[in-house]
């Protein structure tokens, strides 16, 4: 049973959110020449597939499958990439601006509908992360591409986490929530776009502990020298 079912996100949100998720999905599909098919069932993923996890996460039935305009808006925006496949192709940086977009959007409402239905702090922010970054893990699930968000690369999942950490925080100061949301998506757009525009890479876990060593050794050798 729906706890809180009066507290929801508004519907011109979600589908914004899912249709530039779908759009960023079927951007990456038309680059890697799928078929109209395939282009438009990657952009259904990608516009739903976090949005699923995160209601299925919170005991709730899945919006996808009870309003037909989530599943439309993502179909929709499939429709469009293929319409502008120039476009699509010839600019990459298009393609990274849609996939910063569609995470932004995916975690601010992921967030704020873990919040509006009870989730404490810590699982407001997982919910957040996992709607952020569902439908981009499943997206390279079915395109047989290496999962990025588990691999060493552009923030991802970090860019996701440092937002809804904000978001949820600015919660907590008792911040304006029109602020609030767009503080949060501001921020995850910008560490996501910026990551490979600057190099900003995630760290590999086990060269973690070497690049702390070796920045002791550094402090450590230039206090030798000081004395």
């Known amino acids: 049973m729906d706890t809180f079912p009066l507290l929801q996100v508004p519907l011109w949100i979600e589908v914004v959110a899912i249709a530039v998720g779908a759009l960023a999905g079927a951007a990456g599909a038309v680059r890697q020449r799928f078929d109209l098919v395939g282009v438009l069932f990657v952009a259904v993923v990608m516009g739903l597939g976090g949005g699923v996890v995160r209601d299925v996460m919170l005991g709730l039935r899945p919006v996808a499958v009870t309003n037909q305009a989530y599943v439309l808006a993502a179909l929709g925006a499939g429709l469009g990439a293929v319409v502008l496949l120039r476009v699509v192709t010839r600019f990459v940086r298009l393609f990274g601006l849609f996939d910063a977009l569609a995470l932004g959007l995916f975690v601010v409402v992921g967030v704020e509908k873990a919040v509006l239905n009870g989730a404490p702090f810590t699982g407001a922010l997982?919910?957040?992360?996992?709607?952020?970054?569902?439908?981009?893990?499943?997206?390279?699930?079915?395109?047989?591409?290496?999962?990025?968000?588990?691999?060493?690369?552009?923030?991802?999942?970090?860019?996701?986490?440092?937002?809804?950490?904000?978001?949820?925080?600015?919660?907590?100061?008792?911040?304006?929530?029109?602020?609030?949301?767009?503080?949060?998506?501001?921020?995850?757009?910008?560490?996501?776009?910026?990551?490979?525009?600057?190099?900003?890479?995630?760290?590999?876990?086990?060269?973690l502990w070497g690049r702390l060593a070796r920045r002791r050794g550094l402090r450590s050798r230039g206090g030798g020298e000081d004395g």
């Not at 552009?154 to 996701?160: D, G, K, L, Q, T």
């Open 126 to 207: 997982l919910i957040g992360v996992v709607a952020g970054i569902g439908g981009g893990v499943t997206r390279d699930m079915i395109s047989g591409l290496p999962v990025q968000v588990l691999r060493r690369g552009e923030w991802n999942a970090a860019a996701a986490a440092l937002g809804a950490a904000l978001f949820l925080l600015l919660r907590e100061l008792g911040t304006p929530d029109l602020l609030r949301d767009l503080l949060a998506f501001a921020v995850i757009v910008l560490a996501r776009y910026a990551s490979p525009l600057f190099g900003w890479q995630t760290v590999e876990a086990g060269d």
